[in-house]
């Protein structure tokens, strides 16, 4: 009898056991797909999924969004989703200022094109190792400041990338009718004892003149 007693007691470990095994067997099974963690894609990497771009830095899936997070982590990179291929990345407003390391690669987006819209310029560099690849950039536009009064234009530069500080590297990248225009000189209207205005800016107008 005890030693009918010992061998209970030593099985019911075991067939615990196995019931723990078969609940959560059936627990995994059961459990749906949109109820477990999403696996995280590669760190530092923003993928761009819209192709409008206004310039809010708080849409995510825009190019600007990417950049103002590729700002705020130096080394990452910003792709393009597959839904953009032979698509046009149109900008209605300025992207944000370039001050970090960053890879833009439109590999992932065969034939994916960015466009100034012929009213901006594409990408504006201002610190950092920056390398663009894979992808065409049209349409950029910069225009000069415009001087006041006896004050001369300003340069239009980079209408497709401006590099004012930092370094850029392009790697299987087209460019297409991106254009640069200095902003108009202003006349010279002053009277006696004024003084010209200011000259026009990279994108600026020069201040009015000051009369005497």
């Known amino acids: ?53 206004g310039g809010n830095t708080g ?18 990179t910003i792709a393009f989703a597959s839904s953009l291929a032979s698509q046009t990345v149109t900008l209605s407003a300025p992207l944000p200022v370039i001050s970090s390391s960053v890879t833009i690669d439109g590999s992932g987006a065969a034939g994916l094109t960015i466009s100034g819209n012929n009213q901006n310029r594409v990408f504006f560099v201002n610190g950092g190792r920056v390398t663009v690849a894979n992808l065409t950039i049209a349409n950029g536009s910069a225009q000069g400041g415009a001087g006041a ?8 530069a980079g209408g497709a990338i401006f ?34 205005g200011g000259g026009g800016g990279l994108g600026g107008a ?7």
């Open 1 to 53: 009898m005890g030693l009918d007693r010992q061998r209970e007691k030593r099985s019911r470990p075991v067939g615990h056991g196995r019931r723990l095994a078969q609940w959560l067997v059936l627990f995994t099974a059961l459990t749906p797909i949109g109820h477990l963690a999403a696996a995280p894609g590669p760190s530092g990497t923003y993928v761009v999924t819209q192709a409008s771009d």
């Open 59 to 76: 849409a995510a899936g825009t190019l600007s969004w990417a950049i103002a997070q590729a700002n705020a982590n130096p080394g990452s």
């Open 149 to 156: 009064s006896g004050g001369g234009g300003g340069m239009g």
């Open 163 to 196: 590099v004012n500080a930092g370094a850029v590297a392009v790697s299987n990248v087209s460019f297409a009718n991106n254009t640069a225009a200095g902003g108009a000189g202003g006349n010279v209207t002053r009277g006696p004892g004024s003084s010209g």
């Open 206 to 212: 020069g201040g009015r003149p000051m009369d005497g």
